[in-house]
């Protein structure tokens, strides 16, 4: 199948010495265009460090990473900068709107950052999509949680990203609301193809992904494709994540 990032034997070790942490061993893993992977695991696992060196935040210390076929791992702060900005879409799970800015103007943000015009159909589409039609005019502490987090999906989405990290994209919402979320990010991997790799503590919203991975002490030790609640929540009790 075809990958929209790769990586290889990455490991991250934060510190020297005595005092080193080995939070990414040798971890190896490619994700499938248009698919939607949730990264699960016990506190401490290493999943934080995945994403941020899967998704150029943060460099590994050894081992290389792929989006397409640009090698992330050698690259410097500004051309990662360039990548982030133009390849990749963040989702957080503290929104990280801009509060001075209206929605529309948020979800456009990053094509202002990247000095390119938006599409109005493309625009239309995902405004759509999001439900955000009526709000466009609307600032952000005028929304509430669930609205606010369709805003920054609609912005993560609006330059067409080969691919949306997620960094607990539920984790600050009410579990309707959540719900309301998971399915809406399960429509963009559906209905455009969007690829979609999402960090989680919580195995309902696990359940919405194609396929979980489950780290434990910096490796990925065990995948679920076609997740259900029982299945990641068996998984993770078994990793000792709830003892
Ligand atoms: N900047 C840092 N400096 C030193 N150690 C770090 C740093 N960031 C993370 N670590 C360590 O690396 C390991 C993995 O951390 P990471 O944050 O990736 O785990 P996590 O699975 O995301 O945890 P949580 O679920 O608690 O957010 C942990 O032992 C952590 O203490």
């Known amino acids: 199948m075809n990958n929209v990032v790769c990586l290889d ?10 005092s080193a942490v080995a ?49 992330l791992s050698t690259m410097n702060e500004t051309q990662l900068t360039e990548l982030r900005r133009e390849r990749i879409g963040f989702v957080f799970q ?27 159909a493309w625009l239309k589409e995902i405004v ?39 960094d607990e994209p539920t984790g600050a919402l009410d579990m309707m609301t959540a719900r309301d979320v998971l399915t809406l990010l ?3 991997v559906n209905a455009l193809g969007q690829t979609v790799l999402m960090v989680t503590h919580d195995p309902i919203a696990a359940s919405y992904a194609d396929t979980v991975l489950f780290l434990a002490d910096g490796r990925i030790v065990d995948s679920v494709t076609a997740p259900t609640v029982e299945a990641v929540a068996e998984r993770m009790t078994r990793l000792g994540a709830y003892v």
């Open 23 to 71: 939070a990414l061993r040798e971890v190896t893993v490619g994700i499938p265009k248009g698919s939607f992977t949730a990264v699960m695991g016990p506190s401490g696992s290493g999943k934080s460090t995945f994403l941020h060196c899967a998704a150029g935040l943060d460099k590994p210390t050894s081992g290389s990473v792929r989006l397409g076929d640009t090698e």
């Open 94 to 120: 503290a929104f990280n709107l801009v509060p001075s800015l209206t929605v529309a103007q948020n979800i456009t943000l990053p094509l202002r950052l990247a000095g390119v015009r938006p599409e109005g």
């Open 128 to 166: 759509e999509r999001v439900g955000l039609a009526g709000r466009l005019g609307h600032r952000p502490a005028q929304l509430s949680g669930g609205q606010q987090q369709r805003v920054a999906i609609a912005r993560a989405l609006v330059a067409r990203p080969e691919v949306v990290f997620g």
């Open 186 to 188: 399960r429509e963009v």
């Open 9 to 18: 034997a990455v490991s991250k070790v934060y510190g020297r010495g005595q």
